[in-house]
């Protein structure tokens, strides 16, 4: 193969590479199923890390002596409302 072909390849893929870039960025359905991946990856690792972390609260406090719950802050709030009413 010579080096005038070898360049020609060269440039002929560089172009069909970014044509179908061009056409993916420009797409707003593969935009929407970016956003949409996003999401719900973002919500997993959310979801993962509060179950991750609930669960070792709830090892710790176990191991505690005594009779211990894990009471939701609303809650306890609205118990100390009730009791100043």
């Given at each position: 193969?010579?080096?005038?072909?070898?360049?020609?390849?060269?440039?002929?893929?560089e172009?069909?590479?970014?044509?179908?870039?061009?056409?993916?960025?420009?797409?707003?359905?593969?935009?929407?199923?970016?956003?949409?991946?996003?999401?719900?990856?973002?919500?997993?690792?959310?979801?993962?890390?509060?179950?991750?972390?609930?669960?070792?609260?709830?090892?710790?406090?176990?191991?505690?002596?005594?009779?211990?719950?894990?009471?939701?802050?609303?809650?306890?709030?609205?118990?100390?409302?009730?009791d100043?009413?």
């Amino acid at each position: 193969m010579s080096d005038v072909q070898t360049a020609i390849e060269d440039l002929v893929q560089e172009q069909v590479e970014s044509r179908i870039d061009d056409a993916i960025s420009e797409s707003n359905e593969i935009q929407d199923i970016r956003n949409d991946v996003e999401t719900l990856t973002s919500r997993i690792d959310d979801d993962i890390v509060n179950q991750v972390v609930k669960e070792v609260i709830t090892k710790l406090m176990s191991t505690l002596d005594g009779n211990y719950v894990m009471v939701k802050k609303s809650y306890l709030d609205s118990l100390t409302k009730k009791d100043v009413a």
